[in-house]
């Protein structure tokens, strides 16, 4: 009877990972920024292949490849020797549809931080269309503000107030187990209420594209000094951020932003 009941749950496990919902969990992607310790590296592998996460990006790695590693990663060796290795959280996240930051800080945000619970169900209504990465920052002081700023969406594990030290294996954990069960149960909603945050339709590169071509036509017609920029770009990123700019409005406003460095140009 133990034998039978036991093999039937191998068995639906083994279906589990075979259903379409599943294999949208092929295009999230995990990115590790600057991780000092090599152990974290392939626990974190190992809580990848648990959930049936595959893509791993490593962005300047104190240590990698290392034993450490591949001793953490306690049979995930595969996802170890596909690692990718990134100069950069840009390079990283080339590519990517959506990049969501995890933070545990507090911080100005264009929307305010979810509990991946609430975030899981649009980030694979997102991957059905292309990658989308999941960024984790240093184990002694998260990510910067830049690189959060380079995200769309914004993670934060409810912790206990009185104590947020997460491990960083134990996070990514947590992230890829709530995927899985948003993935292999269906959800199509956000349970907090709040808008998709697939409903932008464009990618990172694509916003990257506008913010750049936004600070370079500001700097045109000599709205911003890039001498003394102050938070003008920060400001203008989390103003977009909560725009949730679909292709057509990003269209319309790489548009005016040429006709206004045109502008600008026959004045001078």
């Known amino acids: 009877m133990g034998g039978s009941?036991?093999?039937?749950?191998?068995?639906?496990?083994?279906?589990?990972?075979?259903?379409?919902?599943?294999a949208v969990l092929n295009n999230i992607r995990i990115v590790l920024v600057e991780t000092s310790h090599p152990g974290n590296i392939g626990a974190a592998a190992r809580a990848m292949k648990t959930m049936g996460l595959s893509e791993l990006i490593l962005v300047n790695p104190k240590v990698f490849p290392s034993a450490p590693a591949t001793a953490r990663a306690a049979g995930a060796d595969d996802i170890l020797y596909r690692a990718r290795i990134a100069g950069s959280l840009v390079e990283a996240l080339q590519g990517c549809e959506l990049a969501c930051a995890t933070t545990a800080r507090r911080r100005e945000l264009s929307v305010p931080p979810a509990p991946p619970r609430?975030?899981?169900?649009?980030?694979?209504e997102r991957a059905e269309g292309g990658p989308v990465a999941i960024v984790f920052g240093?184990?002694?002081?998260?990510?910067?503000?830049?690189?959060?700023q380079m995200c769309q969406a914004f993670a934060q594990i409810p912790t206990a107030p009185d104590y947020a030290s997460l491990n960083l294996a134990a996070a990514v954990?947590?992230?890829?187990?709530?995927?899985?069960?948003a993935a292999l149960t269906g959800l199509d909603s956000d349970p907090a209420g709040g808008e998709p945050a697939a409903r932008a339709g464009i990618s990172v590169d694509e916003l990257e594209g506008l913010y750049g071509h936004l600070e370079a036509a500001l700097t045109t017609i000599g709205y911003l000094d890039p001498a003394r920029?102050?938070?003008?770009?920060?400001r203008l990123r989390a103003l977009f951020g909560r725009a949730n700019l679909d292709r057509a409005e990003l269209q319309i406003l790489r548009g005016v932003l040429s006709s206004a460095e045109q502008a600008a140009g026959r004045k001078s």
């Open 229 to 234: 920029p102050k938070k003008l770009m920060p």
């Open 138 to 148: 240093r184990e002694s002081s998260g990510l910067n503000n830049a690189e959060v």
């Open 173 to 181: 954990q947590l992230f890829a187990y709530e995927l899985r069960l």
């Open 118 to 124: 609430a975030l899981a169900p649009a980030l694979l």
């Open 5 to 22: 009941v036991r093999y039937s749950i191998i068995d639906r496990l083994q279906r589990e990972r075979q259903t379409p919902g599943a």
